[in-house]
């Protein structure tokens, strides 16, 4: 069984910047993609990121493209998201979550395991 556990959250004015981590157990997690999601309040969850095991393709949202960054330590199993310049669009609930095997790694339904979410808090 796999737990995700993000943090990092809070409350930042905008034009800020936040870092987010989301530590993983068990052993799989060197070998699946990782993606960061968000939700904010009465919207669907949506896509913000992702990273494939090895670090080598990155993906992202053409929303946080050029402002946020996706990284992740296999030795710590820990997947990062480094917010800047950041916008109270922003605002959201940030999920980190690990990927099954098949389908495309922008949509939630491709996802197996989910966090509990770490907030994210913009203000203007």
């Known amino acids: 069984q796999v737990q995700l556990v993000e943090s990092g959250g809070g409350l930042v004015q905008a034009g800020g910047s936040l870092r987010l981590s989301c530590a993983a157990s068990?052993?799989?997690?060197?070998?699946?993609?990782m993606g960061w999601f968000r939700q904010a309040p009465g919207k669907e969850r949506d896509f913000v990121a992702a990273i494939t095991s090895s670090s080598i393709t990155k993906y992202y949202s053409d929303s946080v493209k050029g402002r946020f960054t996706i990284s992740r330590d296999n030795a710590l199993n820990t997947v990062y998201l480094q917010l800047n310049s950041l916008k109270p669009e922003d605002t959201a609930v940030y999920y980190c979550a690990m990927y099954g095997t098949l389908g495309d790694r922008r949509e939630v339904a491709a996802y197996d395991y989910w966090g509990q979410g770490t907030p994210v808090t913009v203000s203007s």
């Open positions: 068990g052993r799989t997690f060197g070998t699946r993609t």
